[in-house]
């Protein structure tokens, strides 16, 4: 058998065409993408960066999120991570992980990520009984992945990548499934479930998925969020994430635009279908810096908690690569300053505020119990993939 595209090429051809999909869908895009590669270009960078993108999709099930991982698994892309956004203070009902290379090796080649959501439909707070078992049954019934290119996606798995023809198809068929649909919504479903959470009725109000966005990496948050304002782009109030210092840019910031409306279509309770248009889709663009230990990561939630996070980062974490490498608040390979490990994940609560980019408004969940299982533990033993824990990776890049 010959393999002439490897998993990586796989990975990065699968990249590219969702961006080329997502541009001709959100044209808004295409100038988040000049403007992040205006600014690399001046501060001075490599292709690979400008390259460089982070997706998210939703899903409503773990029978869903079990086929998205074994379709990723075919692109290197593997569980990382979990994340809980359904807390008191984000109040998105949703759990969630990162699928992305794993091995410093593969992540040399190609670093597309993409940030996976599942409705947490047994969380109470949320979801009634009655919603529950009519959302469940609703997720049911729906299909987003053809079952024949989930086993295509374990083939190529096991293989380790696939001839040219076969890639092609594979990575063609895959995108398809997170194109927009044509397809008419319920209105009154999707305005059901709108009334409970935005983002439930993006996932659970509709019978397809979609790619909610693809991130950019920019090396100049600061400066691409100053000149897309110029551009008259509405962005949303802040940069999430550290604050800018003076120091080593540490973890990961990210900012978006505000959500378009988009034309949809709607069918009515009386069976008529007409045009219509929902907010759902946003831009957002991203800096990553060095990943931090979990000694690293304490002191950043600690600093984050500050009322001018700002004004006190100082107090937190040292001006220079060298005293960050010393006292062990972050990854360098070999403990080597000059060779920061990039922050590959993501960090929920900011994860919560790019959520909210399409909300006019915040979800209503009682405050009460949540009385449900959701875990790192529950998410791998529904998908049957081990999730892996990104400290131990983080460790092993930097041992390397
Ligand atoms: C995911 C929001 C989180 C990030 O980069 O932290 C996210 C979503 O909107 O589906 O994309
Ligand atoms: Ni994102």
């Known amino acids: 058998m010959s393999l002439s595209v490897q998993t990586w090429q796989l990975r990065a051809q699968f990249a590219a065409a969702l961006s080329r999909l997502y541009a001709t869908e959100v044209p808004l895009y295409s100038t988040l993408v000049e403007v992040s590669a205006e600014v690399n270009r001046e501060v ?57 290379p794993i091995d410093p090796d593969e992540l040399d080649h190609n670093r597309f990520r993409v940030f996976t959501s599942m409705l947490s439909t047994a969380d109470q707070r ?106 008259g782009v509405a962005m949303i109030d802040a940069i999430q994430g550290p604050p800018r210092s003076a120091g080593p840019d540490v973890l990961l910031r990210q900012t978006s635009f505000r959500a378009l409306a988009e034309p949809r279509r709607f069918r009515d309770d009386d069976g008529a279908v007409s045009d219509g248009t929902l907010r759902v889709r946003f831009g957002e663009v991203e800096s990553r810096g060095v990943a931090l230990t979990p000694e690293g990561r304490q002191r950043y939630d600690e600093a984050l908690a500050a009322a001018d996070p700002a004004a006190v980062w100082h107090e937190y974490f040292p001006a220079t690569d060298e005293a960050m490498a010393s006292s062990g608040l972050a990854y360098y390979r070999g403990g080597d300053p000059s060779k920061p490990i990039v922050y590959e994940d993501f960090l929920p609560a900011s994860a919560a505020g790019i959520f909210r980019s399409n909300l006019d408004f915040d979800s209503q969940s009682d405050d009460t119990a949540d009385g449900c299982h959701y875990s790192l533990d529950w998410m791998a033993g529904q998908i049957g993939h081990h999730i892996h824990d990104p400290y131990e990776l983080y460790e092993k890049a930097a041992s390397q």
């Open 44 to 100: 001075g960078t490599t292709e690979r960066v400008i390259a460089e993108r982070h997706g998210a999709i939703r899903v409503g099930s773990p029978r869903e999120l079990a086929d998205v991982a074994d379709l990723f698994a075919a692109f290197g892309m593997f569980p990382v991570g979990f994340y809980d956004l359904r807390d008191a203070h984000s109040q998105v009902p949703v759990v969630s992980t990162a699928f992305r």
């Open 126 to 231: 949320f979801f009634s009984p009655d919603l529950r078992t009519r959302i469940e049954g609703f997720l049911a019934r729906r299909q987003l992945f053809d079952p024949a290119l989930v086993d295509e996606a374990r083939r190529i798995a096991s293989d380790g990548g696939a001839d040219r023809e076969r890639a092609e198809r594979f990575v063609a068929d895959t995108v398809d499934a997170f194109a927009l649909s044509r397809e008419p919504i319920d209105r009154a479903w999707y305005d059901e479930l709108s009334r409970v959470s935005a983002v439930a009725a993006d996932i659970a109000g509709v019978t397809t998925t979609h790619i909610n966005h693809l991130t950019p990496r920019v090396l100049d948050i600061d400066e691409l969020y100053g000149r897309m304002s110029q551009r």
